[in-house]
């Protein structure tokens, strides 16, 4: 059964950093990603990566996320800096074997797998 389980979740203050970690139970997938989750807003993409390691990355969080990945420990990070209030959010991990298009990098439906989600507040 494929898991992703994510942790590093917390509150912090603005500007503050995290590291959000998702351990998989399997072989790594064709694409990682995180998305995150407003209270009351839609799920929306905040970074991704290929098994390559060639990365992407949402306009807001240009500059200040890190998407990584340890294949030897079935680990994906998000190293994030300089967080904001409007960083707030339950952040999930997403996987899947898909080769997809750029437009569709940050579609959730286009993801198979997904973690239980970890709560980021930032505060000021």
């Known amino acids: 059964e494929v898991q992703l389980v994510e942790s590093g979740g917390g509150s912090v203050q603005v500007g503050g950093s995290l590291r959000l970690s998702c351990m998989y139970s399997?072989?790594?997938?064709?694409?990682m990603a995180w998305f995150r989750q407003p209270s009351g807003k839609e799920r929306e993409g905040v970074a991704t990566i290929y098994r390559t390691g060639a990365t992407y990355y949402a306009d807001s969080v240009k500059g200040r996320f890190t998407i990584s990945q340890d294949k030897a420990k079935n680990t994906l990070y998000l190293e994030m800096l300089d967080l904001k209030s409007e960083d707030t959010a339950i952040y999930y991990c997403?996987?899947?074997?898909?080769?997809?298009?750029?437009?569709?990098?940050?579609?959730?439906?286009?993801?198979?797998?997904w973690g239980q989600g970890t709560q980021v507040t930032v505060s000021s």
């Open positions: 399997t072989e790594p997938y064709s694409r």
């Open positions: 997403a996987a899947t074997d898909v080769l997809l298009p750029t437009a569709h990098f940050f579609r959730p439906a286009k993801y198979d797998y």
